[in-house]
């Protein structure tokens, strides 16, 4: 049970990732969550670090999809300026979202990671998947009301999981 928990890494920031990082591990896709990941829950807009870590994952053919639970139109909002594909109202931690996007862009779950910063959505999606994920500190430390209550959760099996997994490390 615990193990539906689980990262595959976890990484400071979505800005940590390396495009190298990605390859030697045979990923060609990143889906990322938005909010707190790719941008401020709270913001309309990234930021120049986005745009710098975008241009350079995509110089090397890495692919990036948007899955959100997050609205149609909240999310066009904030990626319009970056011409990223996105899967709205994804249903994580339901497989919805994630089995969407690698039906409709064609996508090998091999090749491919979903980042997030919530354990209780983005992992257990990913692992429902059978598709890798890295956790990435949010990148703001508040939250919308309803994520709130899932970070209550989310210390509580943050506990359980360090005990039973001592070598979970933030890189
Ligand atoms: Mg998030």
């Known amino acids: 049970m615990l193990s539906k928990f689980r990262p595959t890494w976890m990484i400071e920031s979505i800005y940590n990732v390396s495009p190298q990082f990605l390859l030697e591990n045979n990923i060609n896709c990143v889906l990322t969550d938005l909010d707190n990941t790719l941008v401020p829950w709270n913001s309309k807009k990234g930021s120049e670090e986005l745009r710098s870590w975008l241009h350079e994952v995509k110089k090397y053919g890495i692919k990036v999809i948007v899955v959100s639970n997050n609205s149609h139109k909240r999310i066009q909002k904030a990626v319009q300026d970056y011409e990223l594909p996105f899967v ?84």
């Not at 997030?116 to 939250?143: E, Y």
């Not at 899932?150 to 506990?159: D, P």
């Open 88 to 171: 709205p109202r994804a249903m994580k931690p339901l497989t919805i979202g994630i089995r969407h996007a690698l039906k409709s862009f064609n996508l090998n779950k091999k090749n491919t990671v979903m980042i997030g910063d919530q354990l209780l959505t983005d992992v257990v999606a990913a692992n429902s998947c059978h598709v890798r994920s890295i956790l990435v500190k949010p990148l703001v430390d508040n939250d919308a009301w309803n994520t709130t209550l899932n970070r209550c959760l989310e210390k509580i099996i943050w506990n359980k999981l360090i005990k039973k997994y001592p070598n979970l490390h933030w890189e």
